[in-house]
């Protein structure tokens, strides 16, 4: 809302020039007369060029859009356990900054500039989700849309989309027996800032996944290379170490992790060693922007597998 404030704003604003720019022509004194005009004309064009891409940012904003899975989900002891795994594992690396799944924390403080406040939500019943159906859950993790249709930013940066549809029901399934706990978190979470809406509209953005209504099916959960392919798929390993594992590029959104090749030279017990602890064979220590604990939650299998993915990787 008050960024189509600004908009209006700058709108005025620029009436405002054009109509100094027209006044100065009429000024007698000639350095009054051309430098007016030309000051008003450039500062006209400047503006008209950020209204023109905070308004491409608006549209950008509001046109994501995927249909609502109608599903219900079938809540078992099975399912209880797996969402649980994924949540912990996983989600918990944003939503749980106050509490389990209670949200909160800005994901916009660690950007390295100030394209708007991003608060992981409050997933428990004290949050909105207790008025969600579970088809409007699933469409928010595979689609990063919520509720009422409005676009979820890091969400849809995320690789959440690609858990597959059983893993989904299950953290649904999980999400759906917590107990409320934590603050309300802000309705809708996202709030760009003007910087952030030019920067979306001027495509300087990384782009959101695309929407994707298919069925992902997830291989046998074993310690294999296979199943580290599909954890890797949904855990956002390459979004900080890059494409190819080999290191995050400038560019990409922060933070940047080296190249996991590394890997290569230690054993399969370090590797869950380090994942489990923060601190590497060498006696590194993992500063907090690499999301260890939550990857480290992860059973030895699903650890076992990453590394088996890892070591088997062509470039290694
Ligand atoms: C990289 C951080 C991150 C990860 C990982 C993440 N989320 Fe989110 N999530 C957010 C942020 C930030 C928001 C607020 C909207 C936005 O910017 O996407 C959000 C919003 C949501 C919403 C919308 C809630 C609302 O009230 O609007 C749901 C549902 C959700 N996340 C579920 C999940 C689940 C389930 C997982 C794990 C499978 C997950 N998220 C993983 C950061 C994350
Ligand atoms: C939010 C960004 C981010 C994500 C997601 C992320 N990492 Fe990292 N990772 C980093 C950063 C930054 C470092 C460097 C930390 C340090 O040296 O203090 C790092 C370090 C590491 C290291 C240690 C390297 C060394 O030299 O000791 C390993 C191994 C690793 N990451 C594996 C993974 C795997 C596997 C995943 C996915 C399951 C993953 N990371 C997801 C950012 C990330």
Same mark, same amino acid.
């Given at each position: 809302m008050q960024n189509i404030v600004a908009l209006i704003a700058m709108a005025a604003l620029i009436a405002f020039l054009v109509w100094s720019g027209v006044r100065a022509l /009429?000024? /007698?004194n000639p350095l009054v007369k051309w430098g007016g005009v030309v000051l008003a004309a450039t500062l006209a064009v400047a503006l008209s060029g950020v209204s023109a891409l905070t308004a491409a940012g608006i549209v950008k904003q509001h046109s994501r859009s995927a249909p609502v899975p109608d599903l219900e989900v079938e809540v078992t002891p099975e399912r209880i356990a797996r969402g649980r795994a994924v949540a912990d594992g996983? @989600?918990?690396? @944003?939503? *749980?900054? *106050?509490?389990?799944?209670s949200g909160g924390g800005?994901?916009?403080?660690?950007?390295?500039? =100030?394209i708007g406040s991003f608060v992981p939500a409050n997933?428990? =019943?004290?949050?909105?989700?207790?008025?969600? +159906?579970d088809g409007e859950i699933f469409r928010a993790i /595979?689609?990063?849309?919520?509720?009422?249709? /409005?676009?979820l930013a890091i969400m849809s940066f995320?690789?959440?989309?690609?858990? +597959?549809d059983d893993d989904t029901r299950a953290v649904i399934a999980y999400i759906r027996g917590l107990s409320p706990s934590g603050e309300q978190t802000p309705d809708p979470p996202d709030r760009f800032s003007l910087l952030g809406l030019v920067m979306l509209g001027a495509g300087m953005l990384p782009d959101a996944k695309p929407v994707f209504t298919g069925v992902v099916i997830a291989p046998?959960?074993?310690?294999t290379a296979r199943y580290g392919r599909y954890l890797l798929s949904y855990q956002d390993c390459r979004e900080c170490h890059g494409k190819d594992l080999s290191g995050g590029v400038p560019g990409?959104?922060?933070?940047l992790g080296p190249d996991?090749?590394?890997?290569?030279?230690?054993s399969q017990a370090q590797f869950v060693a380090t994942m489990r602890?923060?601190?590497? =064979?060498?006696g590194h220590r993992l500063t907090e922007?690499? =999301?260890w604990q939550p990857i480290g939650r992860m059973d030895d299998d699903e650890l076992a597998a990453i590394y088996q993915y890892l070591v088997n990787l062509p470039r290694f």
């Open positions: /009429r000024a /007698r996983f @989600c918990a690396g @944003c939503h *749980s900054k *106050s509490g389990v799944l800005d994901v916009g403080k660690d950007l390295p500039l =100030p997933l428990t =019943p004290a949050g909105a989700l207790k008025h969600w +159906s /595979r689609n990063g849309i919520d509720a009422r249709g /409005r676009w995320t690789n959440a989309g690609r858990l +597959s046998p959960k074993e310690p990409q959104l922060p933070p996991l090749a590394i890997v290569k030279d230690w602890t923060g601190v590497d =064979p060498n922007q690499m =999301p």
